[in-house]
């Protein structure tokens, strides 16, 4: 590869044609793996879904065309589905919230000098990556009618709490909790990290205005967190949107499909039922809410976020 | 999204053990020191978070430690009569235990070797060489983070049944290892290095592969570290799709799979459940103690970037 010949002035142009083609070659060599991975396992899924989608398509057997039947089938006379598309609603909308209260008040309590912050964040961030199967079996055994939180209950205030996970509100609640724990110290460490770099500037001038407590809070601190709220809000949606391992190891999506969400539908439909067609279109109707919600968020954000520059 | 962030607030070589910086927010200046009554509240608020939190963890630790019987105990107590070391080795007996350690270990060292040649490749491509084309197919690049799992998971099942890659290690490592995310981070990594060093290497007769591997690949070298760190995490507590493609477990199983047939075998046993948990939360848990301040930037980083 070394040995590119001197360029003389009158060729330079052609010589530098030819590095180029050399250097697009190179680029080839670079490049391939992930383009032919990303082909072979995105792209070409994403295209292969769209076809199973409108087929009746068992994992072994014949397959016959149905058209946009599946997706008919889903909305007219699927029992589960309607279920599952609001179980995975009710998810979000209490997970959301409550994951960016916690998040962000911790963020913000541990932002002033605290000794030892960074012992504080690794204890909130370990859920975050120990095994979710892991941190749901810990709950389980919590949550049991004779486990730890029914067992302080009722033997120190007499208390017999509710079974909650045979009961079809508590189990939702219990999932959105264990949820949050798990969760949360994610989106924590980011608004730890956007708390460090907020500029200084703005915040002295704020201080020399007078500004402090609550007001400082409201309005310089937030709307100068805006953007990092912004972005997980939108990240903690899609992936709301997207739970299974929670509900489907704590409640098995019930009782009856009180917890059971959409993510856990398609897998049911696809692996115990062997419907992948019905699965693909299932999974495409997510998609479809997700993206929606998603552009809802971008287009709301003019209104609240605030971009410095 | 701020694209251009990723390349500063990776910490580079060199200034990784500085001490974090910008001043914390909400404390004004003079308050150095001082205890003041928002920051003893804020001590309190925290202490208390960090307690309630905690409980979890504690309890499976303990439970871990009990005999069986005295899980349940109520009223619940600390201990059992006696501290069970043993459930940890009976963990072992119970179950194929060491061959979902063994998997999980290799699935995830495997799959995190890949992500890394894929990305930092292919990153170099879009971040350090001119190509027509290169500006619409890392577009594209882009446009395949945006498909969610669950769309993916059905067709590339019905891929690993025509491959004939069902209960393969090679279908638990590939379909998911050539993520356009660890690309786009190399991409942005990249792009900060000055060109003078590359070509000056060039000068002095280096081939691409010889730059790449010599030059660009050693400055990146946090930028690996944290990819290499989340990559590690994402396949070692993967659950959905182990449990897609994998219908032997005592060969294949990995670690979360264990842990979940382990409740379907040994329900009534809590204890050894529970040791079991806390044998799979150590690897991690020790990952993020020890590189917590690569992680804390990491995040935020790889978080901005958009995962």
Same mark, same amino acid.
């Given at each position: 590869?070394?040995?590119t010949?001197?360029?003389?002035?009158?060729?330079?142009?052609?010589?530098?044609s030819?590095?180029r083609r050399?250097?697009s070659?190179q680029a080839?060599?670079?490049?391939?793996?992930?383009?032919?991975?990303l082909?072979v396992?995105?792209?070409?899924?994403v295209?292969?879904?769209?076809?199973?989608s409108?087929?009746?398509?068992?994992?072994?057997?014949?397959?016959? *065309?149905v058209?946009?039947?599946?997706?008919v089938?889903?909305?007219?006379?699927?029992?589960?589905f309607?279920?599952?598309?609001?179980?995975?609603?009710?998810f979000?909308?209490g997970?959301?919230p409550?994951?960016?209260a916690?998040?962000l008040?911790?963020?913000?309590?541990?932002?002033?000098r605290i000794k030892?912050?960074?012992?504080?964040?690794?204890l909130?961030?370990?859920?975050v990556?120990?095994?979710?199967?892991a941190n749901?079996?810990?709950?389980?055994?919590?949550?049991?009618p004779?486990?730890?939180?029914?067992g302080i209950?009722?033997?120190?205030?007499?208390?017999?709490l509710?079974?909650?996970l045979?009961h079809p509100?508590?189990a939702?609640v219990?999932v959105?909790?264990?949820?949050?724990?798990?969760?949360?110290?994610?989106?924590?460490?980011?608004?730890?990290?956007?708390l460090?770099?907020?500029p200084?500037?703005?915040?002295?001038?704020?201080r020399?205005?007078?500004?402090k407590g609550?007001r400082m809070?409201?309005?310089i601190?937030?709307?100068?967190?805006s953007p990092?709220?912004?972005?997980?809000?939108?990240?903690?949606?899609?992936?709301s949107?997207q739970v299974?391992?929670?509900?489907q190891?704590?409640t098995?999506g019930?009782?009856g499909?009180?917890?059971l969400?959409?993510?856990m539908?398609?897998?049911?439909?696809?692996?115990?039922f062997q419907k992948?067609g019905?699965?693909?279109?299932?999974?495409?109707i997510?998609f479809?809410?997700?993206?929606?919600l998603?552009?809802?968020? *971008?287009?709301?954000?003019k209104?609240?976020?605030?971009?410095?520059? | 999204?701020?694209?251009?962030t990723?390349?500063d607030?990776?910490?580079?070589?060199g200034?990784?053990?500085?001490?974090?910086?910008g001043?914390s927010?909400?404390?004004?200046?003079?308050?150095?020191g001082r205890a003041?009554?928002?920051?003893v509240f804020?001590?309190?608020?925290?202490?208390?978070a960090?307690?309630?939190f905690a409980?979890?963890?504690?309890y499976?630790?303990?439970?871990?430690?009990?005999?069986?019987d005295?899980?349940f105990?109520?009223?619940?107590?600390?201990?059992?009569?006696e501290v069970r070391w043993g459930?940890f080795?009976d963990?072992?007996?119970?179950?194929?235990f060491?061959t979902y350690?063994?998997?999980?270990?290799?699935?995830?060292i495997a799959?995190?070797l890949?992500?890394?040649?894929?990305?930092?490749?292919?990153g170099?491509?879009?971040?350090?060489?001119?190509?027509?084309?290169?500006?619409v197919?890392?577009?594209?690049?882009?446009v395949?983070?945006?498909?969610?799992q669950?769309?993916?998971?059905v067709p590339v099942?019905?891929?690993?049944?025509?491959f004939g890659?069902v209960?393969?290690?090679q279908a638990?490592i590939?379909?998911?290892?050539?993520?356009a995310?660890?690309?786009?981070?190399m991409?942005q990594?990249f792009?900060?290095?000055p060109?003078?060093?590359?070509?000056?290497?060039r000068?002095?007769?280096?081939?691409?592969?010889?730059?790449?591997?010599?030059?660009i690949l050693?400055?990146a070298r946090?930028?690996?570290a944290?990819?290499?760190?989340?990559?590690?995490i994402?396949?070692?507590?993967?659950?959905?799709w182990?449990l897609?493609v994998?219908?032997d477990?005592g060969?294949l199983g990995?670690l979360?799979?264990?842990l979940?047939?382990?409740?379907g075998?040994?329900?009534?046993?809590?204890?050894?459940?529970?040791?079991?948990?806390?044998?799979?939360?150590v690897?991690?848990?020790?990952?993020?103690?020890?590189?917590?301040?690569?992680?804390?930037?990491?995040?935020?980083?790889?978080?901005?970037?958009g995962?």
């Open positions: 590869m070394t040995a010949s001197a360029p003389e002035a009158p060729l330079r142009q052609r010589s530098r030819r590095l050399i250097e070659r080839l060599g670079f490049i391939s793996p992930a383009l032919v991975g082909t396992f995105t792209i070409a899924p295209f292969l879904s769209i076809v199973m409108l087929y009746d398509w068992p994992a072994w057997g014949t397959r016959s *065309f058209g946009l039947g599946n997706y089938d889903l909305f007219t006379s699927h029992p589960d309607w279920p599952a598309l609001r179980n995975s609603a009710i979000t909308l997970f959301v409550l994951n960016l916690v998040s008040s911790l963020a913000l309590l541990l932002a002033p030892g912050r960074a012992a504080f964040r690794v909130f961030f370990i859920p990556v120990t095994p979710m199967v749901v079996l810990v709950w389980k055994m919590l949550l049991q004779n486990g730890l939180f029914n209950s009722t033997s120190w205030f007499g208390i017999e509710p079974s909650f045979n509100q508590w939702m219990m959105i909790v264990m949820s949050v724990w798990q969760g949360m110290g994610y989106n924590m460490l980011i608004f730890c990290a956007a460090e770099q907020l200084e500037p703005v915040l002295e001038a704020a020399i205005d007078g500004a609550w809070f409201t309005k601190t937030l709307p100068l967190l990092a709220i912004f972005f997980t809000t939108v990240m903690t949606m899609i992936t949107m299974f391992a929670q509900p190891l704590l098995g019930g009782p499909n009180a917890t969400p959409i993510v539908f398609i897998y049911d439909q696809a692996f115990t992948m019905l699965a693909a279109a299932a999974a495409w997510l479809a809410i997700i993206i929606g998603t552009a809802l968020q *971008f287009s709301a954000q209104r609240w976020v605030h971009y410095e520059v | 999204m701020r694209s251009e990723i390349a607030a990776v910490p580079h070589p200034e990784a053990a500085a001490p974090t910086r001043t927010a909400g404390a004004p200046a003079r308050a150095k003041t009554p928002g920051l804020a001590y309190v608020c925290v202490v208390v960090a307690l309630l409980v979890p963890l504690v499976a630790l303990l439970s871990a430690l009990k005999p069986n005295q899980i105990a109520v009223p619940p107590t600390l201990t059992g009569d459930n080795a963990v072992f007996r119970f179950g194929p060491w350690i063994g998997n999980s270990f290799f699935v995830a799959g995190t890949v992500v890394n040649i894929v990305s930092t490749t292919a170099y491509a879009f971040g350090r060489l001119r190509w027509r084309g290169r500006d197919v890392f577009v594209l690049f882009l395949t983070l945006m498909v969610p669950e769309v993916l998971v099942f019905q891929l690993m049944q025509w890659w209960n393969t290690p638990l590939l379909p998911f290892a050539f993520t995310f660890g690309t786009f981070l991409r990594f792009r900060g290095i060109y003078e060093l590359e070509e000056a290497a000068v002095d007769g280096a081939g691409p592969l010889r730059t790449f591997g010599m030059i050693p400055l946090s930028a690996v944290v990819l290499t760190v989340f990559t590690f994402s396949f070692w507590n993967s659950y959905l182990p897609i994998v219908n477990y060969y990995t979360p799979i264990g979940a047939t382990f409740s075998q040994f329900g009534t046993r809590w204890d050894l459940q529970m040791a079991a948990s806390v044998i799979s939360m690897p991690t848990a020790i990952l993020v103690i020890v590189l917590q301040k690569h992680l804390v930037k990491g995040i935020a980083t790889a978080g901005i970037a995962r």
